[in-house]
T-cell receptor, first 116, second 112 residues
Framework: EPEVTQTPSHQVTQMGQEVILRCVPISNHLYFYWYRQILGQKVEFLVSFYNNEISEKSEIFDDQFSVERPDGSNFTLKIRSTKLEDSAMYFC??????????????FGDGTRLSIL | LAKTTQPISMDSYEGQEVNITCSHNNIATNDYITWYQQFPSQGPRFIIQGYKTKVTNEVASLFIPADRKSSTLSLPRVSLSDTAVYYCLVGESRNAGNMLTFGGGTRLMVKP
């Protein structure tokens, strides 16, 4: 069964450094998402991306965050200047074309980001 | 977005059927109901989705009454590996955006 893959599985970064989290969505999917989950808390929506532009973003997704689909297979999340509170699991998700009721989002297993 | 309410935790034993009910009193006409499962240190995994009546797949069944103000996820004959957090989500069908709003979920513990 096709799956969403994320790399690295664990990223340790010094505060203030830039970090790029990478995702390879399922190959024929057109809608892409990033979520995060701080340890012990709920999964939170960050951003959705379709047709090479952001469709929707949450308040968490401020100017320090950006997303990009640099080629036909990768989808990246960049945090420009990391803060301690950015430490979390970051999940990428994708879904296929059509109504969302027929195309659920499929998640990767996440990147654990640890900011020191 | 419709708010969902589900039990914080449930215990069960191997081989039993588990039913997790979610209430969503403010569900809108265009909203559909989706359930995800999450194991520790893994991403949420799609289980089942429905709009009304009953939906069944190889993993679970989803029962939705006529008023759609609640839904019940049914897991037949659970095993230890079904120990996980189960999330009920209610959302509108849209082509773009379609952000998912996760609540706290139900932590299911399956005992031997």
């Amino acid at each position: 069964e096709p799956e969403v893959t994320q790399t690295p599985s664990h990223q340790v970064t010094q505060m203030g450094q830039e970090v790029i989290l990478r995702c390879v969505p399922i190959s024929n999917h057109l809608y892409f998402y990033w979520y995060r989950q701080i340890l012990g808390q709920k999964v939170e929506f960050l951003v959705s991306f379709y047709n090479n532009e952001i469709s929707e973003k949450s308040e968490i997704f401020d100017d320090q965050f950006s997303v990009e689909r640099p080629d036909g297979s990768n989808f990246t999340l960049k945090i420009r200047s990391t803060k301690l509170e950015d430490s979390a699991m970051y999940f990428c998700a994708s879904r296929g074309a059509g109504q969302a009721s027929n195309q659920p989002q499929h998640f990767g297993d996440g990147t654990r980001l640890s900011i020191l | 977005l419709a708010k969902t309410t589900q039990p914080i935790s449930m215990d069960s034993y191997e081989g039993q059927e588990v039913n997790i009910t979610c209430s969503h009193n403010n569900i809108a006409t265009n909203d559909y109901i989706t359930w995800y499962q999450q194991f520790p240190s893994q991403g949420p995994r799609f289980i089942i989705q429905g709009y009304k009546t009953k939906v069944t797949n190889e993993v679970a069944s989803l029962f939705i009454p006529a008023d759609r103000k609640s839904s019940t996820l049914s897991l037949p004959r659970v095993s230890l590996s079904d120990t996980a957090v189960y999330y009920c989500l209610v959302g509108e069908s849209r082509n773009a955006g379609n952000m998912l709003t996760f609540g706290g979920g139900t932590r299911l513990m399956v005992k031997p």
